[in-house]
């Protein structure tokens, strides 16, 4: 695992890992057993007016046609 001060780190390959989460934890916090955390990049998308489960990829709501706002931030690295 690389950790660049001040860079971008991707955790995503390693969120799934309970092993590499503990460690992390530790890293941010000082504490053992601390459970960071991370802003999840995928997330469910619902839409606002009809509360239809989307992908997240659509750009308009294909049920009622309701404009998909993103709130996810692209990553500038
Ligand atoms: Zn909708």
Redesign the pocket.
């Known amino acids: 695992m690389t950790v660049t001060p001040g860079g971008c780190r991707d955790l995503r390959p390693y969120m799934n890992d309970p092993k590499v989460m503990e460690a992390f934890g530790k890293l941010i916090s000082g504490k053992s057993g601390y459970k960071p955390v991370i802003e999840r990049r995928v997330e469910p998308v619902i839409?606002p007016?009809?509360?239809?489960n989307l992908t997240g990829d659509e750009k308009f709501?294909p049920?009622?046609?309701?404009k998909i706002e993103k709130k996810q931030e692209e990553n500038p690295c």
């Open positions: 839409c007016n009809c509360k239809l709501c049920e009622c046609g309701t």
